[in-house]
């Protein structure tokens, strides 16, 4: 791959020897793309090429392409009025705890992403060499109109506002959807993807894209990579299939996030609206196999995982043991502690989803109803600066001002102030000292993706023995903390000793603030324990290697897979393949049709000569000839296999003197129109219907658009028709009462594709595929051309007897064999055909070559 030039591009310019996978042939060194889309000249100077002797080099370590809006850097210009900037490493920065979390022995790490500073063109190349050789970054340049439109355009003003189930109802809620701003949104997606393929082994590297900024980017990645190992993590929420269908580019949306290969939650909610927006805009329904769950997309799975990201435990605990720390917990505990006032905190950025509002409404409601706290407790909040900007900044802003004033000015006296307002940037270490001194740490957003506040604040409560000593306390005694929580932040769930609240209500959050205060000793420190617990075993680190973990897992069979992408723009997805499930041609198949002599056809009904979705299900005139066509010869023997009962399908290929049906699954059997219909197992007695029947019509009665097929040895649930959702829930109930309640009866409960089915036991298609090959054999002509086509689980049987037949007594020795799915997907089959319409082409030409060869009247 033309990437490969580029894979040891690190090493090279940072003067390290090439790892193994990275050092198999002479290569030439690209500069780095400083020019958005535009690739600089190679450097032709055969001196720059480098072998690498893999004896002699390191052992090879796993790489990973972290990538996201932002790297994990701080930059600023030189203070000494030279020209130039300093670039040092952002330790806030998730992705650079990350980093630290996997460790630097396992695993290399590079960053792609933009810069927080404009760099002008004429200092690019320069400042992407510094990247790379220093701290393994490479830069994105993005021209600053089109970052604009990008960044606070689409993503702030578009995308983040309806993931946090903000819709555009009027132009001051959020933006109303504009074209320019996605097509910018996709541009600056696309400028990432070639900036990856500059860096990038795709036969080695991991790649891990990072948040909603970033969402188009694997569908550019696995069109240039079809094998490419992708994973990414949301870290906002993913609202509910009512909120997210407004988005005018819904699909183009799903289906990117789908060319990764693991796409990650931080909670089951989250996970549940993503992956109910695939089943109702996509028709993609997922599955659960021990444990994991993933979604079929065609071919590929998709898996989906769930854990909340976890705080850098070490880099905390570090700033805990900093003299500055200590000295800032001292000054707060002389400024609260000693003069017999409690510290309620707040940490939240400015913005209109943080709840500060709320917050302070409940502060208030707290001191009119309990004025016993006026003078002793005291909300110290921090508010960080906006990530975006816009006219719902600057009236949060305003809002939190007034609100502060106000209730200062009723509930303040001289030397008391009952709300605090810290509205500047605070250095990370005194920010933990205000947790440190904290009793109780509040959080009201009205969403948030994660909110790891409360994690920061639990381990900041656990302390060190040196704080213990400023605090005055016994370091045997155990440590406490309370927390009063949203219930819609995604940190939520794992804190279930938190005081959980809805906040907006107002007098709820009050009481709940009272509760924390009043709570006894014991329970708030066995609430902290339980809290401790969780949230130093769960850090950042587990929360990184658990996802590579399964990312490697996910793509651990990408090698042995034949891939190819099949649609334009953001359509584009791969079809991946076992090696030998192929397309069915028509020139192979009519070849094996013309040197054979004798033949057997079994073809299911619904999903292979009818469409599912087909209003009027009777088959056409076309497919009535074909089948009459194939049936006109006498070395032909040709089958329609169905769940439909004898009647309807008797009714409705009454001109095929020569077909063979086998109705109900196989249960009815009849070889042509002139034989009388016979039985595939012994005839049952159905009473098992009164049992079944008031159960089925319970959950009709329940599930709109659900109906019940009564036939005469089974019973069909059937909910086509129904929200996709609710009809899936239902089914899996009425499955387990029908499993339940015919537990002694002689018969099976099956699912399918939209339907629950009741039909009696040892009845399958494979019966059918067993006795025709049985009949044949009898009558001297066994095949020696099979043709089995069908579209769903049931016909798996009859491909599994077919394929288990070959080199039989029932077959010929060289007979040719067809087993054939309709779509790409898992199957016994070895071919495969797309829809309905081609395996009625694929018939038509078969159809032809059989008029042909008949003998001439």
């Known amino acids: 791959m033309v990437s490969r030039s580029y894979s040891n591009l690190l090493e090279l310019a940072s003067g390290e020897a090439p790892s193994p996978s990275f050092g198999r042939m002479n290569r030439r060194i690209p500069r780095i793309m400083t020019v958005a889309g535009i690739m600089s000249d190679l450097d032709d100077d055969g001196s720059e090429s480098v072998c690498s002797d893999p004896s002699s080099s390191s052992a090879q370590k796993d790489r990973i392409i972290v990538v996201a809006n932002q790297l994990p850097i701080r930059v600023q210009g030189k203070t000494d009025g030279s020209k130039g900037w300093l670039f040092s490493w952002d330790e806030n920065s998730l992705l650079l705890q990350l980093k630290d979390g996997l460790g630097d022995d396992e695993i290399e790490v590079i960053y792609v992403g933009c810069l927080k500073e404009e760099i002008h063109p004429n200092e690019q190349d320069e400042v992407s060499q510094i990247l790379l050789e220093t701290f393994k970054c490479v830069p994105t340049f993005v021209p600053p109109d089109l970052f604009t439109k990008y960044y606070h355009g689409f993503c702030k003003q578009q995308l983040w506002p309806l993931f946090h189930y903000m819709l555009p109802l009027s132009p001051d809620l959020g933006g109303r959807f504009n074209r320019l701003l996605w097509q910018a949104y996709v541009s600056v997606n696309k400028i990432f993807a070639d900036r990856i393929m500059e860096v990038i082994n795709p036969e080695d590297d991991f790649v891990w894209v990072h948040d909603y900024h970033l969402m188009v980017l694997p569908t550019f990645l696995r069109k240039r990579f079809n094998r490419v190992k992708l994973g990414f993590f949301l870290h906002s929420p993913f609202p509910s299939s009512e909120i997210y269908k407004t988005l005018p580019i819904r699909e183009e949306i799903l289906r990117a996030l789908l060319n990764s290969d693991l796409i990650g939650f931080h909670t089951f909610d989250y996970a549940r609206h993503f992956l109910s927006c695939c089943s109702r805009m996509l028709g993609i329904s997922y599955e659960s196999k021990r444990g994991y769950i993933g979604l079929e997309y065609y071919g590929r799975t998709v898996s989906i995982k769930i854990l909340p990201v976890g705080i850098h435990m070490r880099q905390l605990q570090q700033v805990l043991t900093l003299p500055e720390t200590e000295a800032k917990v001292a000054e707060l505990v002389e400024q609260f502690n000693h003069q017999g006032r409690t510290l309620l905190l707040g940490v939240d950025d400015m913005d209109i989803f943080k709840g500060i509002s709320l917050k302070l409404f409940a502060m208030e409601q707290l001191l009119l109803q309990h004025p016993e706290k006026q003078g002793k407790v005291v909300l110290v909040q921090i508010a960080n600066p906006a990530r975006g900007k816009g006219k719902d900044v600057e ?415 029932s077959m010929a020795p060289s007979a040719e064999v067809f087993a054939c799915t309709v779509g790409r997907k898992p199957s016994k089959a070895k071919y495969y055909l797309d829809d309905t319409t081609e395996i009625v082409r694929l018939m038509q030409g078969l159809a032809s070559v059989a008029e042909q060869m008949l003998p001439q009247m």
């Open 395 to 809: 009236e949060v802003r305003d809002e939190t001002n007034s609100t502060v004033k106000r209730i200062n000015e009723v509930f303040g006296s001289p030397g008391y102030q009952p709300v605090i307002l810290i509205d500047k940037p605070l250095k990370f270490y005194e920010r933990i000292a205000y947790y440190v001194v904290a009793e109780c740490c509040l959080v009201t957003a009205v969403r948030d993706g994660m909110n790891l506040i409360p994690y920061e604040y639990i381990i900041s409560r656990q302390g060190n023995n040196k704080l213990d000593k400023v605090l005055k306390l016994d370091s045997s005694t155990p440590k406490k903390s309370m927390l009063v929580v949203s219930e819609f932040i995604g940190c939520s769930p794992s804190l279930s000793g938190a005081i959980r609240v809805n906040p907006w209500n107002i007098d709820v959050v009050a009481e709940s603030m009272d509760s924390a205060l009043v709570m006894p000793e014991p329970e708030k420190q066995l609430r902290h324990e339980k809290h401790y617990r969780y949230v130093s075993t769960h850090d950042v680190g587990y929360w990184a290697r658990s996802f590579l973990q399964d990312l490697e897992r996910t793509c651990r069979d990408h090698v042995r897979r034949r891939c190819w992408g099949i649609g334009f723009g953001l359509s584009f997805r791969v079809v991946s393949l076992d090696p030998n499930f192929r397309k069915l041609s028509m020139e192979h198949i009519v070849s094996a049709y013309k040197r054979t002599t004798t033949r057997a056809i079994l073809l299911d009904y619904d999903g292979t000569l009818m469409p599912q979705n087909a209003i009027d299900k009777k088959p056409s005139a076309k497919t009535i000839e074909i089948i009459k066509t194939l049936g006109r010869d006498k070395n032909n023997m040709v089958f329609i296999v169905s769940a439909r009962s004898r009647k309807t399908l008797a009714d409705w290929f009454p001109t095929c003197e020569k077909l063979g049906i086998a109705a109900e699954h196989g249960y009815f059997l009849r070889m042509n129109q002139d034989e009388e219909w016979e039985t595939c197992i012994p005839e049952v007695e159905c009473s098992w219907k009164e049992i079944a029947e008031p159960v089925m019509q319970l959950y009709t009665e329940t599930t709109d658009g659900s109906v019940i097929e009564d036939k005469e040895t089974s019973m069909v649930w059937c909910y086509e028709d129904a929200d996709p959702d609710f009809g899936s829930c239902q089914a899996k109930e009425l499955l387990d009462h029908l499993e339940s309640v015919l537990a002694n009866e002689p018969v099976t409960v099956k699912s399918g594709q939209n339907i629950v089915e009741v039909k009696p036991q040892g009845v399958s298609k494979g019966l059918v595929a067993k006795r025709m090959l049985t009949a044949m054999q009898e009558k001297g002509m066994s095949p020696d051309f099979v043709l089995c086509i069908g579209d769903d689980r049931s016909d798996e049987d009859m491909f599994e007897v077919i394929m288990s037949s070959v080199s039989g007594p």
